[in-house]
């Protein structure tokens, strides 16, 4: 698709940290505030509780999310993982993987490379059936793939390699008919498209590994997220304002801020030693007030 859909500003809401009636105003407040796409996670472990088990009713409709979306004129980057990370219990990943026999999470494994590509393809596929990318006419103009896997990489050897290079084929694979990406992952093969994670990506960032990928930011971090007993981590709006700056001078094609709304780990859904609240210092607030200052940098910005 034309890489000129993806010049804008965008954010991150994941819609299963709030209520779903929510989502409408808070999609609502973010176009009010200049957003163009909005950014969220598959949960596998939400979505497969058991294996063959498919829940997306309820809390889980990530499809009236979307189509939420569609509706109030936005578009989506839908970061499929399978693991996500997002400080979420596993990481995503359901429970019941550990119980294969002979399975490495995350690797040049064929048990977690099934089970890993079955999942992708029922999420891909629900897409389609509800003409949700936007080769279809639907909202998704992005999606991702793994999850700042480059961290881990070298623990794997060889076998790392391997495992982003399947990834990579696999994904392009299921011919969604939009760019996939892998945040921080450098080595992520044609036409998978590196990004960056970080708070000043317009220092830190290399580039795309390949002149014709464009300079995609998918986290910049307005804040940090808090374990109990830490202190909240408070970035200035100017600081936010200045660095963003800096990335669109860089030939910078596309920012998201992580997050524009937070929200809440409700039950035991978030990872160890996370409190209840996620980033609680976003424009929107756990609850989805306005937080004042930082949102108004935002849309000036």
């Known amino acids: 698709m034309d890489i000129k859909l993806l010049h804008g500003k965008l954010l991150m809401i994941i819609w299963i940290h709030c209520r779903m009636q929510m989502w409408p105003s808070l999609i609502w407040k973010a176009k009010q505030g200049g957003i163009d796409v909005i950014q969220t996670y598959v949960f596998w ?4 509780p058991q294996r063959g088990q498919y829940v997306f009713s309820g809390r889980a409709d990530i499809l009236r999310f979307i189509k939420e979306v569609q509706a109030q004129g ?6 499929i993982g399978p693991f996500i990370q997002s400080e979420w219990n596993y990481g995503g990943l359901p429970f019941w ?3 294969i026999p002979g399975i490495v999470y995350r690797s040049d494994n064929e048990p977690f490379k099934n089970e890993m590509q079955r999942f992708t393809t029922k999420i ?3 897409m389609k059936a509800n003409k949700l990318y936007a080769s279809q006419g639907g909202p998704i103009i992005l999606s991702q793939i793994e999850n700042e896997y480059q961290t881990i990489e070298r623990a794997f050897g060889e076998k790392g390699l391997a495992y982003v290079r399947w990834a990579a084929a696999m994904a392009v694979g299921l011919q969604t008919g939009v760019p996939w990406l892998m945040c921080k992952q450098n080595d992520a093969p044609d036409p998978v498209i590196n990004s960056c994670n970080g708070m000043r990506c317009g220092e830190t960032f290399e580039g795309p590994n390949s002149p014709n990928k464009p300079s995609l930011w998918t986290e ?3 804040s940090f997220l808090q374990t109990y007993g830490d202190e909240p981590y408070l970035r200035s709006a100017e600081d936010i304002a200045y660095h963003a700056a800096l990335f669109v001078a860089k030939n910078g094609s596309y920012i998201n801020y992580y997050m524009y709304h937070g929200g809440t780990n409700f039950g035991r859904t978030s990872a160890a030693y996370m409190i209840t609240g996620y980033y609680d210092q976003a424009p929107l607030d756990e609850y989805g007030s306005q937080s004042g200052v930082t949102l108004r940098s935002y849309t000036r910005l």
């Open 124 to 126: 891909v596929n629900l």
């Open 45 to 48: 472990n939400l979505h497969e």
């Open 220 to 222: 910049d971090w307005p």
């Open 97 to 99: 993987l550990r119980d």
């Open 74 to 79: 936005l578009y989506v980057c839908l970061r």
